[in-house]
């Protein structure tokens, strides 16, 4: 039976929001993505991805653009608070088989997911 195609509306272009209308995107739907700040400088602050988010990027086709960003991270230090080692965690044994660990900026892992999305956010 024909009818209207379904609109879809995203609220929120966060890491979650935009991975959703990639998602959406990739499955035939064409969604609108609302934010309700305006749009901002991208964030220099750093991100840390453990292994299962390379693993839903790989799912979202954008493991891609996201190789290239910032370090692989293969081991994982824990000190306490006078700088005194707790413990080390072997990154690459304990998500082998899942993804890399990979350290980036926050605004290049978002630019990324910003273009999966298919770039146009309604902004304020
Ligand atoms: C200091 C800090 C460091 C972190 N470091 C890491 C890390 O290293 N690794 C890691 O994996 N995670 C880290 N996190 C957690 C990670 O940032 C969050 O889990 C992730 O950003 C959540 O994404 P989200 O899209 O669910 O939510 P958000 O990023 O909060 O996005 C929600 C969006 O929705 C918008 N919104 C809300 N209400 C409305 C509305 N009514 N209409 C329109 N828009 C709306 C908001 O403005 C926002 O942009 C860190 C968090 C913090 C605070």
Known sequence: MGGSPLRILVVGAGIAGLAVARALRMAGFRPDVTEKLPPGELSETG????????????????????RPLGEVIHRQRFLDSTGAPLCEVDLDALWAGVGECRALLRGELHRVLLTGAGGAVRHG
Do not use: E, H, T
């Open 47 to 66: 991100l840390y991805l453990p292994g299962n988010a390379a693993r839903a990027l790989r799912r979202l086709d954008l493991d891609g653009p996201v």
